[in-house]
């Protein structure tokens, strides 16, 4: 009887087990060969551009004058943004190999002879009769048994969109809009205008749609004029702490001085109408660039009186202190710096002020002559 473990003999296990995982590498790079053709193929035409789907559709809103407007509107819409991308991948590839043998062996032997004997004997009295049979039965049995399974499982799903590809649809996505191609004006009910309310309807679309325009323009430069007013007070305050520091710097030095509670007093009582009026400036800024706006004594380059700011003034020679108009000294490195501070703030406010103040007469205007139109008063 041959041994079990020549059962196993010849069988090449690195193939049974590599080949299966081999086979399902090779399968991955198909797989992603075959995402990449689809990307190249469907995505993108000869060129390398993007290819895309035009949508068209009719966008239909009302005007104010009871007109309607028919808009023609259209979207080109990259493909792969609209078909599925197949993404295959394996995630499981799982090699199973079951080899069991059964082998076994029985031997049975039996005798059966065939001879018979009868004889008699008396025993005195008795008569005894004997009979018997010796039979010899032999039988051989032999049992075998092999069996082999190999089962190879492979898992594969759609992974979906690829990270990367992904990114660069939501900047595509990012871009596509609504384009408009064309637009009709049609009455209420979606009839043609005769000519004359026809064109009577486009004038007053027109203007309505400068208005429009105008009014975000406004809106646009009215936010910049909060920026520029709010760098302009962040100047000022600026200033007015170093004023306060000069302030307590001056005092420090006067310490020993006689009349030093004297000068404190004054000086306290000069910076305290300093400190108002530039606090008056920072609740009341856009008042004063209006004021500065109409002040034809006004220049570019300094400060403009019409804010009324006024700092410290200091006679060395006779210690007097009071206050006077804020303007730029001769050897201070640091108050000129925040002067020139302020005054850049100040002429950016102002310009910003002034185009506000242009643009919002214009839409006043533009929106007399709208209302005009749509009263039916048209010159």
Not at 121 to 141: D, M, R, Y
Not at 184 to 191: E, L, S, V
Request: one cysteine or more; glycine letters at 6%; proline letters at 2%.
């Amino acid at each position: 009887m041959a041994a079990i473990a020549d059962q196993f003999k010849g069988l090449d296990m690195g193939a049974l087990i590599g080949g299966p995982l081999t086979a399902a590498a090779d399968a991955s790079i198909m797989l992603a060969d075959s995402t990449a053709d689809f990307i190249n193929h469907v995505g993108f035409d000869a060129n390398g551009k993007v290819r895309t789907v035009a949508f068209s559709y009719q966008k239909r809103s009302a005007n104010e004058d009871g007109t309607s407007n028919v808009d023609e509107m259209k979207m080109d819409i990259p493909m792969l943004a609209i078909v599925p991308i197949p993404n295959l991948q394996l995630d499981e590839v799982n090699v199973l190999f079951d080899m069991e043998v059964k082998q076994s062996e029985s031997s049975q032997k039996s005798l059966d002879v065939g001879v018979g004997i009868n004889g008699q004997a008396k025993l005195g009295p008795i008569k005894i009769s004997i009979s018997g049979n010796v039979s010899v039965h032999q039988e051989n049995t032999r049992k075998s048994d092999n069996s082999a399974k190999y089962h190879v499982d492979v898992r594969a799903t759609n992974h979906g969109t690829p990270e990367g590809l992904a990114r660069v649809l939501d900047m595509m996505a990012a871009n596509v809009a609504p384009a408009l191609v064309g637009s009709t004006i049609k009455d209420a009910n979606g009839n043609s205008l005769p000519d004359k309310a026809r064109r009577k309807a486009e004038r007053r679309k027109r203007l309505k749609n400068e208005l429009d325009e105008m009014q975000r323009c406004l809106i646009a430069v009215n936010d910049g004029l909060t920026e520029c007013v709010t760098r302009l007070r962040r100047a000022a305050n600026a200033q007015l702490l170093e004023f306060q520091s000069r302030q307590t710097q001056y005092l420090e030095s006067k310490e020993e001085s006689e009349n030093y509670e004297e000068l404190s007093q004054k000086y306290q009582s000069a910076m305290d109408r300093v400190t108002a009026k530039w606090n008056d400036f920072q609740n009341r800024t856009v008042d004063m660039l209006e004021a500065a706006s109409n002040d034809a004594n006004a220049t570019a380059g300094t400060v403009s009186p019409s804010f009324g700011l006024l700092e410290v003034s200091i006679e060395e020679s006779s210690g007097e202190i009071k206050t006077k108009a804020y303007e730029k000294g001769s050897d201070e490195k640091d108050f000129n710096t925040k002067y020139d501070e302020i005054q850049i703030a100040q002429d950016k406010a102002l310009e910003a002020y002034k185009k506000s103040k242009e643009l919002d007469k214009a839409v006043f205007d533009k929106k007399q002559e709208y209302n005009k139109a749509l009263a039916g008063a048209e010159g």
